[in-house]
């Protein structure tokens, strides 16, 4: 889903970045969760938002505002972008894994495209 329909303004879109860690398929979204080794890397978008109370917006949307039934939690953690390293907030995944399947080289969109109209995966 767009930020800006979650936030109702716009966000500025920074490009593209990569940070450590796996995907998990979650049902109907993907979950992050922590990187096992040095090689596992997750693919994104970074963001700026325009305020504080943007990112306050973002969190509801995630359910970080549950406390402990929480399914994400928001963390900061460095991203490698075009223009070299940053620090970033993500949300990550605040359950177990289990035996969740993985997404293949972090990918989201990649994994979406090769799922497309099987049951149980976005469209």
């Given amino acids: 889903m767009p ?3 979650v936030t109702g ?10 940070t450590a860690g796996r ?6 979204y993907p979950g992050l969760i922590p990187a096992r080794g040095r090689g596992d890397r997750v693919l994104g978008d970074l963001y700026v938002l325009p305020g504080t109370r943007d990112l306050h917006h973002l969190d509801r949307y ?15 953690q460095p ?3 075009d223009d070299g390293p940053r ?7 605040a359950r177990p894994a289990g035996t969740r399947a993985g997404i293949r080289d972090g990918d989201y969109l990649d ?4 799922q497309s109209g099987r049951i149980g995966y976005p469209s």
Wanted: proline letters at 2%; a positive charge; hydrophobic letters at 45%.
């Fill in 87 to 93: 620090v970033a907030w993500v949300y990550r995944y």
């Fill in 9 to 18: 303004r716009p966000a500025h879109w920074l490009g593209g970045a990569t």
């Fill in 3 to 5: 930020i800006e329909r």
């Fill in 62 to 76: 995630e359910g970080c505002h549950l406390g402990r039934r929480a399914e994400y939690e928001r963390v900061r």
């Fill in 111 to 114: 994994f979406v495209s090769a």
């Fill in 79 to 81: 991203v490698m972008t």
């Fill in 23 to 28: 995907l998990i398929w979650l049902g109907r």
